[in-house]
């Protein structure tokens, strides 16, 4: 029988306080490389927005001038772009992977090191493929909207733990399971997740302290429960 989200969020919140430490930093990381990606982005677009000043310059530049401007905003933009497609291909996705499998394993044993994150970047070829493939399916559902984005999202919600536990998959077979694991329980995964909104409103109430020593771990730690619950099912 399936758990309730209350005993999973309960189970989930026992293994993280019992490795509390190395589920802070494990993640931290998952955070850190999550987020980073995403401001990289923002900051491209915002360096790309004229302020006052660039618009003083602008109505005074002649026309070469401003072919040179636009020129070098460009390309200041395109390699910021591509510098953050970089990191997450070679360092974001392997270490969201191993910090994906650090919480998984910790729910079983709860001696986990945080060594075990370096294990996303095995077969480093294979997790590339996969979670390219992933990301390439969630931004083509999203350009449909942002809803069915959000619903494909949490269908391949399971990819970083799927790959680890079974490298024998191929890519799409990987991305496969986990839309089978997810069927019938997506809406069950948004719930689960909606319940930790009280934790970040906390979290944005103390600039984010809240969030790193005590919600990002437990919310962290009761997905691979989530995950391991319905294995079990």
Excluded at 61 to 80: K, N, Q, R, W, Y
Excluded at 152 to 161: D, E, I, N, Q
Excluded at 188 to 194: C, G, P, Q, S, T
Aim: glycine share 6%; aromatic share 14%; net charge positive.
């Amino acid at each position: 029988w399936k758990m309730t989200n209350k005993q999973i969020k309960e189970k989930g919140r026992i293994a993280f306080k019992a490795n509390y430490w190395f589920c802070v930093l494990a993640a931290f990381l998952l955070e850190l490389f999550t987020v980073g990606t995403t401001a990289s982005g923002n900051r491209a677009a915002q360096n790309a927005d004229p302020s006052q000043s660039v618009q003083q310059i602008v109505e005074q530049a002649s026309p070469e001038d401003l072919m040179v401007i636009g020129g070098v905003v460009f390309g200041t933009v395109v390699v910021i772009i591509v510098i953050s497609l970089l990191l997450k291909i070679f360092l974001f996705n392997p270490l969201s992977v191993g910090c994906h499998r650090f919480f998984r394993k910790n729910i079983e044993d709860t001696n986990t090191k945080i060594g075990v994150i370096k294990e996303g970047f095995e077969n480093f070829g294979h997790i590339f493929v996969t979670l390219f493939l992933r990301d390439l399916f969630i931004a083509l559902w999203s350009l449909l909207f942002v809803i069915p984005g959000i619903v494909k999202s949490y269908a391949y919600w399971l990819v970083p733990y799927i790959l680890k536990d079974n490298p024998e998959l191929s890519a799409t077979e990987a991305i496969t399971r986990s839309k089978e694991l997810m069927m019938g329980n997506k809406w069950r995964a948004f719930v689960l997740d909606l319940s930790f909104l009280g934790w970040y409103l906390l979290g944005a109430l103390t600039l984010g302290i809240v969030n790193l020593f005590w919600t990002n771990p437990y919310r962290e730690s009761t997905k691979a429960q989530f995950y391991l619950d319905l294995l079990e099912n």
